[in-house]
Each structure stands twice: as C-alpha cells, then as structure tokens.
C-alpha cells in the first residue's frame, strides 16, 4: 500500500476539480488528484455566459454564442448579454493535467488535510479540494431536463430566428393549467446541431425526465417538428442544494468545498461550472498566501449564498402561474443586475440591488408568495 503527500490534494476530476488541480499545477503547486475514473470522457452540455469565462480559457472551449439570446414570459425579450455553449471535449483537453499526480480510487474519508480511500490509501496535504459533485438526493431541490438534439435545418422553426432561447415559458407544451411548469431551452451546439430540452427549474420534487419527454415532444408536435426517434437524447438530473446540516459543509478542520458542491452552485438555476472556471485561480492564491480566504470576500458570498438561496425557496413557493410572471419582472431588469444576481457569487450589494428592484415590478400574489417565504422561517422550527 502506497501513501501520498501533496501541497493540494483534488478529489474529483469534473470540471470544476479538474480547472483546481490545473491551475494550481500551473502555479507551481504539487498537486494530487483523485478519482474514481480520472480517464472518463465527459458527455454534458455545459454553458455559460461568456462575460463569466477567465481569461486563461482558449476560445477553443467554446463551441458556439449566441449574442442575443431570448427569453419568452409574458412575450418575447432579447438578453443583452452574449450565451455560449462549451465544446465538451475541447473544455477537458484544455484542462491538462500533465503535472498532476493521478489516482483512481474512491475517497471513503475527507477532511481539510487528509483523504482516505476505500482501499486504504492516505493522503496527506497542505490543502484538500472536495469537487465530486453534486449530492444524489431526490429529497432535496433537483433540476431535471429532457432533450434531444436535431440538425440546425430542422430546429429553424423552433428558434424562430432566436440566436437561442434560455428560456422559452409558453405553454404549448400539454401542460394543464396549476401543474408544475417546465421551459424550453434551446442552444446550438455547433454550426450544424441544436439542443431541444425541456426543463424543469426546480422541483422537490422535480418533474420526471418522462414527463418532460412528453412534454418536449407535444411543444415540438405543436411547433411543426415531429421528432423521429432516432435523436441523440440529453437526460438532466441533478440537485441545486447541500443536505441539511450535511457534516460535509466546509467547516473548521474540513475541507475546500468546491464546484457544484459548494456554494458556487447557482440554487436557483443549478449553474455552476464557469462559476468554478472563473473561481479556480482564487483558491490558488488563497492555498500560496496561507490557506485562509480574505475575510471581506468570504462574507460578500455568505450574504450572496443566503440571497439566492431565499430565491431557491421563492421559487419553490411560487403557484404555477406565477412562475413566468416572476421571470418577465426579472429580465426586465436591466442587464447590470440580471448579472449580478446569476453570476456575481460575491457581489452581495448586486444580488441585493436585483431582488429590491425587482419586487415592486411584481404581480400582487407573487409579492405575497415572496413575503410569506421571507417570514417563514422566522415561525418554522
């Protein structure tokens, strides 16, 4: 049995434990990481805005933007805000890891300066980095999707001349009037293919990934686009919040939560890898300056870390009906706050600034909806 020692220790090699175990490699650090299956190809489509991507990513990992986006609530917006979609593939090879020590095993054990496996190897390190993802709970808040992926040719009528929609509430998709909503997301993902996907937000529980199939495929039906069956599909699962009292909340003694298992998801749209992209090089100076994060920007993201998660409860809390309501007050933002509220993880006075402005805009049952999450937890247990 071998033992290891490292200045920073990665478990997790996703997107966000690989940009870790990258950057800090890249700055002289040592650097181990472990993984179940270091070698996996990854398969999901992962976007972002691109005023979100670091500078050191090459615009290889890009693989299509879309410089007007489009919304569609109570009608038809354009996000002035450019939205790309990553070339998978080319994301992962940019992320070298040729300077990093790679394990395959399975961590048993983690705290903030050692990691166990399941076969008994130990890990010593300066710092420990948990990237392994989400937690798999279908008692917590998920966000599900169904797609499929068509030729450009074939997706024109459904993107009705949009460079994309990020979100599409129309109800021509079978729902009936007080079931839970679902949107429809539509991306290209080259020059030649488009992704198709029904979403559901948020959930607990979310709607079924055959739920959103039938949904998906009576939008497309009633948009003039039968699928054949024969599409690549995109399947979407995952959770947008930590357990309750999860011991394995970064606290005294523990170790850097990170990526979509730390407070850069975002709760109240599941996004988190350019998050994680853009946050990489903070943790590589943290971990060469002594380890601790400064005071003023780790407060900023416990206050934003609070706001959003008061939005994740919002939006669980809202009636059906009201959903597209609460998205047109939000788009109607200017594009500074919209900013700052999905992106801006340490921009507490933004993310403030957004929810302030944006409650007068709303319907009076939503602001009801909104006050009543707001003063639930001063009367739950």
Excluded at 298 to 318: D, E, F, S
């Amino acid at each position: 049995m071998n033992d290891f020692s490292a200045d920073v220790a990665v478990v997790g090699l996703g997107p966000a434990g690989r940009a870790v175990a990258h950057r800090c490699s890249a700055a002289g650090l040592d650097v181990l990481a472990l993984d179940p299956h270091p070698s996996r190809t990854w398969t999901p489509t992962y976007s972002a805005w691109a005023d979100e991507l670091p500078s050191w990513l090459p615009e290889t990992a890009v693989a299509s933007t879309a410089l007007e986006p489009a919304v569609w609530t109570d009608r038809h917006r354009i996000i002035d805000r450019t939205y790309c979609v990553l070339d998978t593939s080319a994301l992962q090879a940019s992320l070298a890891l040729d300077l990093v020590r790679v394990l395959a095993g399975t961590a048993v054990d983690v705290t903030g300066s050692r990691v166990t496996t399941s076969d008994g190897t130990i890990i010593d390190a300066g710092h420990v980095v948990d990237a392994r993802g989400t937690f798999d709970s279908r008692d917590l808040a998920q966000q599900t999707a169904y797609g499929i992926v068509v030729e450009r040719q074939r997706a024109e009528p459904i993107l009705e001349g949009a460079d994309a929609w990020f979100m599409d509430w129309r109800t021509d998709n079978g729902a009936s009037p007080g079931e839970a909503p679902s949107f429809l997301y539509a991306v290209a993902l080259d020059d030649d293919r488009v992704l198709l996907e029904e979403t559901c937000l948020v959930g607990r529980p979310a709607l079924g990934l055959d739920v959103l199939r039938t949904r998906l495929h009576h939008r497309l039906s009633q948009r003039n686009l039968e699928p054949t069956g024969h599409e690549a599909v995109e399947r979407v699962r995952f959770s947008v919040e930590p357990p309750p009292r999860s011991r394995e909340h970064t606290g005294r003694g523990g170790p850097v939560l990170f990526g979509s298992r730390s407070n850069l998801m975002h709760p109240a749209t599941g996004y988190s890898v350019a998050a994680s992209l853009a946050s990489a090089d903070h943790l590589v100076e943290r971990f060469r300056g002594g380890g601790h994060p400064r005071r003023s920007r780790a407060m900023h993201i416990w206050t934003v870390q609070k706001l959003r998660n008061l939005g994740l409860r919002t939006a669980l809390g809202l009636e059906p009906e009201m959903v597209p309501q609460f998205f047109s007050s939000f788009f109607s933002l200017p594009v500074e706050l919209q900013r700052s509220y999905l992106s801006g993880h340490d921009d507490a006075i933004g993310t403030m600034t957004a929810m302030l402005k944006m409650f007068p805009t709303l319907p009076p049952s939503a602001r009801l909806a909104i006050a009543r999450t707001v003063a639930r937890p001063l009367h739950g247990a």
